[in-house]
């Protein structure tokens, strides 16, 4: 059986089919941050990261509603991700006493990403 679990503000979608294994939860898209100031005179495109804080709170969110999972701790994630469609990064999360990580798979350019379930 398949579960696909979406979540988007304060809802949360679920749904099942038996065919396919079932694709990771996702977080709802995190603002980026910008590293460079936009202006209307610049031709330049801005570079878009991801707000770590914001992401590590996305991911408990995650593990802790989606995941069930309980003992979840601290959860640290790399500064200056690029938002950029299909880019993987991991963090680091600490469950019940013991050092995990989980992968983050961006989506989609608004900041939308989907969390692997924990690994040693």
Do not use: H, N, W
């Not at 500064?79 to 999360?93: L, N, S």
């Amino acid at each position: 059986m398949r579960t696909a679990v979406v979540v988007t503000g304060a809802a949360l979608l679920l749904s099942a089919c038996d065919s396919a294994p079932p694709p990771a939860p996702s977080a709802p898209p995190v603002p980026p941050a910008t590293s460079t100031p936009a202006s209307t005179k610049s031709l330049t495109p801005v570079r878009r990261v991801f707000d770590p804080v914001r992401v590590q709170d996305g991911v408990r969110r995650v593990l802790t509603e989606s995941y069930l999972l309980t003992g979840v701790g601290d959860v640290s994630c790399p500064a200056g991700e690029d938002v950029v469609t299909g880019r993987v990064f991991e963090c680091t999360v600490d469950i019940a006493g013991e050092k995990k990580k989980v992968t983050i798979t961006v989506r989609d350019a608004d900041g939308g990403y989907e969390v692997s379930q924990p690994e040693p």
